[in-house]
């Protein structure tokens, strides 16, 4: 079997009062590939073990997350059903090539996607370490998948980034100030664990959230920045943080009118602007994630003032 695929109900757990955000959503994919890993099997995912004993955990280093227009995070809400699924398969001993879905198990609607890498390291909560440390788990404690004989191209991006960022943003509108945020146990973090995969984009989003602040010189108003929409996100991690760390994020963006093509989808929507994020996060000088984030800023037709206020804000002219 490679691949899992269950319903589940969005519950106070998942999405608190509101609607699914980028990392509940995240969290739920990471939990449904843990899970996909011993399915049916007689251990646990947080049991898997090389031949030396050493507890594994299957660690991201890249993930690329897909958001259609017309299924914004936002669409799912409390109590909503959705489906949740993943295919896996495995290059060599222990990199791990995921494709993931979510989708409103009672609407038709595009399906939201994440592709994503991850590879077996000895489990950083046990070995408190900041980096990586691979090993190859006994072959009995995962369950059996489809080999890929081509590693994932991912490896090489993950590299090429590293060394001059991405593509995109090699010209950009503003630079933020950089965003200081400590990390605090229970709230950012498991007692004694490092931060989740999932934990690391949605701290970017902090930062990128405080630069339209800035760049809008505090102008921006609440209903303004809750009207900003992710549409994709690809991150590398190359590091770990845990509970009392100092992080310092540094973010910068790109500023454009949204295409037409956009504007078609739902006449009761208004596309007015797509924003390119570059975000980066250091400890005491070591770069542990870096992001491309693509948004929209889009509002109901009928919220006539803070379409304007964004026009006005943004530079967006007569649009």
Same mark, same amino acid.
């Given at each position: ?5 269950? $319903? ?38 947080? !049991?898997?073990?090389? +031949? ?7 660690? #991201? ?25 993943? +295919? ?11 494709? #993931?879905? =979510? !989708?409103? =198990? &009672? ?7 994440? =592709? ?26 995962? +369950? ?39 990390? !605090?146990?229970?709230?950012? $973090? ?19 959230? !405080? ?6 010189? @505090? ?7 809750? =009207? ?11 590091? @770990? ?14 500023? @454009?009118?949204?295409? &037409? ?32 984030? &693509?948004?929209?800023? +889009?509002? &109901? ?19």
């Amino acid at each position: 079997m490679d691949h899992l695929k269950k $319903t589940l109900e969005l519950d106070m757990n998942h999405v608190r009062l509101g609607t699914m955000d980028e990392y509940s959503l995240m969290t739920l994919f990471g939990s449904c590939h843990s899970q996909f890993l011993t399915n049916d099997l007689n251990n646990k995912p947080s !049991e898997i073990k090389d +031949v030396k004993g050493n507890v594994l955990y299957p660690a #991201y280093f890249m993930t690329h997350l897909i958001v259609p227009v017309e299924s914004a995070l936002s669409s799912f809400s409390l109590w909503d059903k959705i489906e949740v699924g993943v +295919v896996c398969r495995r290059y060599g001993d222990t990199i791990l090539d995921s494709q #993931y879905f =979510a !989708e409103a =198990a &009672e609407q038709q609607a595009p399906s939201i996607t994440m =592709a994503a890498n991850s590879l077996f390291i000895l489990d950083p909560s046990i070995y408190r370490s900041h980096t990586k440390q691979v090993s190859v788990p006994q072959p009995e404690q995962i +369950v059996e998948m489809e080999k890929i004989t081509e590693p994932p191209a991912s490896i090489r991006e993950a590299a090429l980034v590293r060394t001059v960022g991405f593509e995109q943003l090699k010209q950009f509108d503003f630079e933020a100030t950089p965003y200081q945020y400590k990390l !605090e146990s229970h709230r950012d $973090t498991d007692p004694g664990h490092p931060l989740v995969f999932s934990k690391m984009p949605s701290l970017m989003e902090l930062s990128e959230r !405080e630069l339209l602040r800035e760049y809008t010189r @505090n102008k921006a108003s609440e209903s303004i920045l809750d =009207a900003v929409s992710l549409m994709e996100r690809k991150t590398f991690y190359y590091g @770990n943080a845990f509970s009392g760390s100092e992080l310092t994020i540094y973010s910068k963006v790109k500023v @454009n009118p949204c295409s &037409e093509s956009l504007w078609k989808e739902n006449p009761r929507l208004v596309y007015l602007c797509k924003l390119t994020f570059q975000s980066e996060i250091y400890e005491n000088g070591e770069l542990i994630a870096i992001s491309c984030a &693509e948004k929209v800023i +889009v509002h &109901e037709i009928r919220h006539q003032t803070q379409i304007q206020d964004t026009k006005r804000l943004f530079n967006l002219g007569c649009i």
